[in-house]
Nanobody
Framework: QVQLVESGGGVVQPGNSLRLSCTAS???????IGWFRQPPGKEREGIAC????????YYADSVKGRFTISRDNTGNTVELQMNSLEPDDTAVYYC?????????????????WGAGTQVTVSS
């Protein structure tokens, strides 16, 4: 079992920044951490992940160049720095534990999820 806790969501104006954090605990060996988001009425979208084995990072086109994923040395705390936020970034953001290899994270390859944190971008 892996437990995940997100923090750092909030309400910001367009153009501003937020930093989200995800802390994983339990049997984390072998699991990479990915970030997903789910806007109201839409499906969950994988936006970034960082491989636990080699540190490679993958980003969705929608966030590339604006969001940066990073981790601590253990790989169990992963942050998502979000810059130049836009109203379309409004969503519940989730971190998950699963596979990060070769492409942006896919929800069906993730076994564990945090409860989510709301990010609202509005003027």
């Amino acid at each position: 079992q892996v437990q995940l806790v997100e923090s750092g969501g909030g309400v910001v104006q367009p153009g501003n920044s937020l930093r989200l954090s995800c802390t994983a605990s339990g049997e984390t060996s072998g699991y990479s951490i990915g970030w997903f988001r789910q806007p109201p009425g839409k499906e969950r979208e994988g936006i970034a992940c960082i491989s636990k084995t080699d540190g490679r990072k993958y980003y969705a086109d929608s966030v590339k160049g604006r969001f940066t994923i990073s981790r601590d040395n253990t790989g169990n705390t992963v942050e998502l720095q979000m810059n130049s936020l836009e109203p379309d970034d409004t969503a519940v953001y989730y971190c998950g534990a699963g596979l990060c290899f070769g492409t942006t994270p896919r929800a069906y390859e993730y076994d564990y999820w945090g409860a989510g944190t709301q990010v609202t971008v509005s003027s």
